[in-house]
């Protein structure tokens, strides 16, 4: 048996070292394909590779890599700068601040950039009270998170840019909540706090802080991890008389009231009751039990109950065929919940595009963070780590059924924002017990992780700006040629690259500038033959991420095939 688990151990190194190594070939020399006999080695893009490589290095080190401190507690540095309250809390908020500043200047006009067709329809206390009677247009049943955005739309009206303080406020607090959280379940004030630090930048978490209307999330969140805190406090306080229990229920209803994700919490406070003393947490008495287990039952079927009452179902958008789109669970959404939420919160890059340099390098220094880490001797407590990935899967049960959205481009990673926060305290709690080698790593970590937002949020900043020179040229084309009725839009995706609303701020800026004139955006599967003169015809190239005119796109085609090595011509254009 012992012979079997060395073996699989080496396996497993060896093919995390080669999966470490076909990332940097890709990041550095581009896709490639091999023909080996019977066997084809292909890897056009980093997303999956990236995937892979993250799950390898989790799997080896959390099952395989012999740990020094199985029951132990973690190493703790003599002096740390992280000691220090002030320049813990302080240095949260410039990196907070720092990264997320940027988004003030990023705002489409969708109506569900912010949902302010909600907000202008509610004019009176009435009708903020419906929220939580009334059935909300997106099927969801989230009122609090409405009324969050109804006071933006109040203060701020079409200033877009005020929508963003609130998303930037809570997700500070998430991020400074990280460090009772790890103290709670007994990680150690440096590992909490490190660990506080690395969800304040983690590039998977840029989806969630930058558009308002994920402020669900954000709020969510925020509730379910006072809910976890003030329940870890019930469990702790012998004399309590009922005021932290009351508190956690508080927040948990709270949360639910901001999104369905915060249904995890009576998951993960079951978990807690099961394994209390690897926490720390003296005996309970059978009282505690009985009145925590049974208070949260009772609320949490009445929550439920209330979605009944209002939606006659659990709500979650609807499909045309009847059913909801979010309650459809198959064996690939379950096999994604031990992938996705477990694996991207590490480093959650947008591979849809060109990598800029510092990201290259930025990658690289990831890639061998994590290899070092695998190869570096470590001590640290497996337990509580193992407890903490059962919390993580538990956080991310509820949306078993959207995680499988993520795409390359980290589109809908805002689903896992709160699963990450347990992966933040995993890794930190891996690379801290490498001692010495520890707080480096633990920076590389983290410069790396900002970097990898600062890309996330570019894209957003990039093709935003190309709303604007897109809409400039086709106006120009039209100015020359004002007799033009139509205007086509050929294999233009919703979002290209991840970016929410970009289709729709496009078409709302080309109307602007020609009000008369008829839009028509043609889906990527379907490309018709126009025979109409009276049309302007636009086909998206992929590569380039912009539109090209017909007759041109037929041209760049024909130089693109030339360049290719690719001689005949038939079908370039349509």
């Known amino acids: 048996m012992i012979n079997l688990l060395n073996s699989a151990r080496w396996f497993l190194l060896i093919l995390l070292i080669l999966s470490g190594i076909n990332i940097l070939y890709i990041n550095f020399l581009g896709s490639y394909e091999l023909h080996l006999g019977l066997i084809t080695l292909v890897a056009h893009t980093l997303f999956k590779p990236l995937l892979l490589f993250n799950e390898i290095f989790l799997i080896f080190v959390l099952f395989f890599k012999r740990s020094e401190g199985s029951s132990g507690s973690f190493y703790e540095f003599r002096s740390d700068p992280l000691s220090d309250r002030r320049y813990f809390i302080g240095l949260v908020l410039v990196l907070v601040t720092a990264l997320y500043f940027q988004s003030f200047f990023l705002n489409f006009h969708h109506t569900e950039w912010n949902h302010w067709h909600m907000s202008a329809n509610i004019h009176s206390l009435k009708d903020l009270l419906a929220l939580f009677t009334t059935r ?18 109040k203060i701020f009206s079409d200033n877009l840019w005020g929508y963003h303080l609130q998303n930037l406020l809570i997700h500070l607090l998430n991020s400074l909540l990280v460090y009772p959280t790890g103290m ?3 990680l150690g004030e440096q590992s909490s706090r490190w660990a506080a630090l690395f969800y304040a ?3 998977i978490n840029f989806e969630a802080v930058l558009w308002p209307a994920a402020r669900f999330d954000l709020l969510a969140t925020l509730f379910t991890l006072l809910a976890v805190n003030y329940f870890v406090k019930y469990l702790h306080d012998a004399q309590d008389l009922g005021l932290n229990l009351l508190l956690f229920i508080l927040f948990f209803v709270m949360g639910v009231l901001n999104k369905e994700s915060a249904y995890c919490f009576p998951l993960i406070a079951v978990l807690i009751l099961v394994t209390h003393k690897t926490f720390s947490i003296a005996s309970i008495k059978k009282e505690k039990y009985i009145y925590s287990v049974l208070t949260i039952l009772i609320f949490t079927l009445l929550l439920i109950g209330i979605r009944l009452i209002v939606y006659d179902n659990l ?12 309650f459809h669970i198959s064996l690939k959404s379950l096999f994604k919940l031990f992938t ?38 470590a001590t640290w407590p497996q337990k509580k780590v193992y407890i903490i990935l059962g919390i993580l899967l538990l956080s991310a049960l509820p949306v078993v059924n959207l995680i499988g959205w993520i795409r390359p481009s980290m589109q809908h990673c805002r689903y896992i924002y709160l699963p990450t926060i347990w992966m933040s ?34 894209v957003y900043k990039d093709m935003l700006a190309r709303t604007e020179s897109l809409s400039n040229s086709i106006y120009k084309d039209y100015e020359k040629d004002p007799n033009m009725q139509n205007i086509y839009l050929v294999g233009l995706p919703g979002e290209p690259n991840g970016v929410f609303c970009f289709t729709a701020e496009l078409a709302l800026k080309i109307k602007d500038k020609i009000p ?11 490309d018709p033959i126009f025979k ?41 254009g349509g």
């Open 201 to 203: 930048v983690a590039a």
């Open 532 to 572: 109409d003169a009276g049309s302007l015809i636009y086909d998206w190239s992929v590569s380039e991420r912009r539109l090209i005119r017909r007759h041109e796109f037929r041209v760049t085609a024909i130089k693109m095939m030339i360049r290719d090595g690719i001689k005949s011509r038939k079908g370039v």
């Open 315 to 326: 709500g979650g958008y609807q499909r045309l065929s009847g059913g909801s789109a979010h």
């Open 425 to 458: 305290l995993i890794i930190v709690s891996i690379i801290k017990g490498q001692k010495r080698f520890a707080n480096y790593a633990l920076t590389l970590l983290l410069l790396v992780n900002f970097l990898g937002t600062c890309h996330n949020l570019s």
């Open 340 to 377: 996705n939420p477990v694996a991207l919160p590490l480093f959650g890059l947008n591979t849809t595009t060109e990598l800029p340099l510092y990201i290259k390098i930025a990658l690289a220094a990831f890639v061998l963070i994590l290899l070092l880490s695998a190869l570096y001797r």
């Open 136 to 153: 909300q247009l997106d099927g969801f049943y989230r009122p609090l998170t409405y009324i969050s955005l109804w006071v933006d739309y």
């Open 516 to 526: 008369h004139i008829n839009l028509i955006v043609v889906p990527p599967e379907q």
């Open 184 to 186: 709670s379940l007994r």
